[in-house]
């Protein structure tokens, strides 16, 4: 099945054509939302400096039928960067998410995440991470915004907390590998969307455009702080995990989660 659906979705990337949640296609009646559009029930919580399940500050909420990433209850920000994990692993997927930023950015955060969110994939279990662990580990389809100064700024690029991936043919170095994305200025809904293949092939894809593609991800690297020991084990392939929506100093809005597991189809092929 997982060999079919890519030879499909190559040719419609090459044809304009790519696959939309809701569209009547032989997969359509098995894509699932994540985020169900009243409440996040069905997600987890873990916020940095607060034990797993503390919404510290409503941080995360549903407005407007929407996941809004919010920070009007916090008194300073103190790195407490956040997540929001839907309750079930996944290995072979196909993710949809659109998101679009505010213009509201916690002035106290690192400069670095203005304009700046992200997906987290094949996360680790929130439940394993410690109380004043930063980051999961995991790989990141990072979000990004332009800055408004006429420099670019793709989105949909690949981040690696705690993690390695193996990018032309070489497990690369760099924390972050920018996608070929054009920059999306403003507040604009964007379409991301990731298409993940267990421990081997990870495919990024903004509006319609494959942007990054990259294998192999495991283990490994650094950034992450006061992780358990026994959980980083590098060089681990990471063949499955979390989903997660990010929280780290700049307001967002999610109105699609949608998904394709690849592994519910008994087919043959």
Not at 142 to 147: E, K, M, P, T, V
Not at 188 to 211: F, P
């Amino acid at each position: 099945m997982i060999v079919a659906y890519l030879l499909i979705l190559n040719g419609c990337l090459f044809s304009a054509c790519t696959e939309v949640p809701g569209n009547k296609t032989p997969h359509s009646e098995k894509w699932i939302s994540l985020f169900n559009g009243k409440d996040i029930n069905d997600w987890i919580v873990k916020i940095n400096h607060h034990e797993v399940g503390e919404n510290f500050g409503n941080t995360f909420r549903v407005e407007d039928s929407l996941i809004k990433v919010r920070y009007d209850q916090y008194d300073s920000f103190n790195n407490q960067f956040g997540h929001l994990y839907f309750k079930t692993p996944f290995s072979y997927y196909h993710l949809v998410v659109e998101y679009r930023f505010t213009g509201i950015w916690r002035k106290d955060a690192p400069e670095y995440t203005l304009k700046n969110s992200g997906v987290m994939l094949h996360s680790q279990d929130p439940r394993t991470m410690r109380k004043d662990q930063d980051w999961p580990i995991s790989v990141e389809m990072q979000l990004l915004a332009g800055l408004g100064d006429g420099n670019p700024r793709p989105t949909g690029n690949m981040c690696s907390p705690g993690t390695d991936v193996v990018y032309k043919g070489v497990i690369d170095p760099r924390h972050c590998i920018e996608s070929s994305s054009k920059t999306y200025e403003g507040e604009q809904w964007v379409r991301a969307e990731a298409i993940v293949l267990g421990d081997s092939l990870i495919t990024h894809i903004i509006n319609g455009d494959t942007v990054l593609q990259y294998s192999k991800p495991q283990i490994g690297g650094g950034v992450v702080n006061n992780y358990d020991p026994t959980i980083k084990i590098d060089g681990k392939l990471l063949k499955s995990g979390y989903i997660a929506l990010q929280s780290e100093g700049q307001e967002i809005d999610f109105r699609k989660v949608e998904l394709l597991n690849l592994e519910d189809d008994p087919s043959p092929n």
